[in-house]
């Protein structure tokens, strides 16, 4: 993949497909292509935030240190996935270790390239806080689904994660054990509740993959979910 095809993935898919083709084409003139193997390290956390960076191909892994200095893969990113909106509006600090699961093709766009947008048009601000909006809600639903005291639901949480913040996204290549630690829960008690949404039709699954089989189940299930957390899962839904 060369830098003209990235490009084109990434105004199709994901943040900048819902943005204005004038902020879209122009936010891309300055993105420099990177390629990076399996296992290498795309950021670590406390990292310089000097660019923003959008996966063109491959997976992407997002891990976070919940403070127990043993850092926890929170998310895997598809291509159109965005990172690193938080620090690179602030110019401060990386939040999260980003590792390539697969060999990945990225675009990084230069935070210096963004501010020069910005002072030529404010809107571009916005249109990032859009994103760290977006980054918020993921952070959230990962929240709720630590903390939830029904198992089945914690799976459903990390699946609409999955599906919903990776634009609709549907098979995943994740073993059982990741979902677990995704959900936080042991991996037993993720298999149980993972056989019951087997069983309900929701999920199909194998060795080393997962597939959403009936979003729509998916969204019904997680519906009646209430309390602080509600409106971050209604709008989660509302971006698929």
Known sequence: MNLDSAKRVLSVRGWL???????????????????FQSGEIVFHVADPATEFVGLADGLLEDHIDPGTGTP??????HPGWWIGGVGLADGSW?????????????????RGHVEAMARADGSVWK??????????????MLLLASTHPDPVMRILLTLSRLHRFND???????????????????RNTANRALRRLVSGGVVEAGYGWLRIADPGALDHA?????GPHAQTVRRAVEVG
Do not use: C, K, W
Not at 72 to 77: A, D, T, Y
Not at 135 to 140: G, I, M
Not at 222 to 226: D, Q, R
């Open 94 to 110: 990386r939040r999260a270790t980003v590792v390539a699961r697969t060999p990945a093709v990225v675009l990084g766009v230069p």
């Open 72 to 77: 926890r893969l929170s998310f895997i990113g």
């Open 127 to 140: 249109h990032l806080a859009g994103n760290i909006s977006a980054h918020y809600d993921r952070l959230s």
């Open 222 to 226: 997680l519906a009646g979910i209430s």
């Open 17 to 35: 497909r819902r943005l204005p083709d004038g902020f879209r084409q122009e936010f891309l003139q300055g993105a420099r292509l990177r390629r």
């Open 168 to 186: 609709g996204a549907v098979h995943f290549p994740v073993t059982q054990s990741e979902l677990a630690e995704m959900a936080s829960l042991s």
